[in-house]
Nanobody, 123 residues
Framework: QVQLVSSGGGLVQAGDSLRLSCTAS????????MGWFRQAPGKEREFVAA????????YYADSVKGRFTISRDNAKDTVYLQMNSLQPEDTARYYC????????????????WGQGTQVTVSS
């Protein structure tokens, strides 16, 4: 079955960096656009970033543009989210997701989801 396994979360201070990874299995990774979403307690899950099948197109939420970078390595079936200049408002559980369409912020178009990894940023 399809699995998306996320890692790399943790507790950091404001201004620090983290790199999240999400490794896929059970699907042909290069057929899927990949996205990162996040969900804070009591809030809806929100779009963070997405990358096209071959990595040549990316899309970011305004709140992370210029600080976060999404990338992928199709040889490793892995998508990454480099997060710099982290702020307390970035605290959330981060989820990777896969969809067979295009780079999109619409979470309803994603077919598969990982279990998430927690990111906590202290001030």
């Amino acid at each position: 079955q399809v699995q998306l396994v996320s890692s790399g979360g943790g507790l950091v201070q404001a201004g620090d960096s983290l790199r999240l990874s999400c490794t896929a299995s059970g699907l042909t990774f290069s057929w899927y656009a990949m996205g990162w979403f996040r969900q804070a307690p009591g809030k809806e899950r929100e779009f963070v970033a997405a990358v096209s099948r071959n990595g040549d197109a990316t899309y970011y939420a305004d709140s992370v543009k210029g600080r976060f970078t999404i990338s992928r390595d199709n040889a490793k079936d892995t998508v990454y989210l480099q997060m710099n200049s982290l702020q307390p408002e970035d605290t959330a559980r981060y989820y990777c997701a896969a969809n067979m369409d295009n780079v999109t912020p619409n979470r309803r178009l994603y077919d598969f989801w990982g279990q998430g990894t927690q990111v906590t940023v202290s001030s």
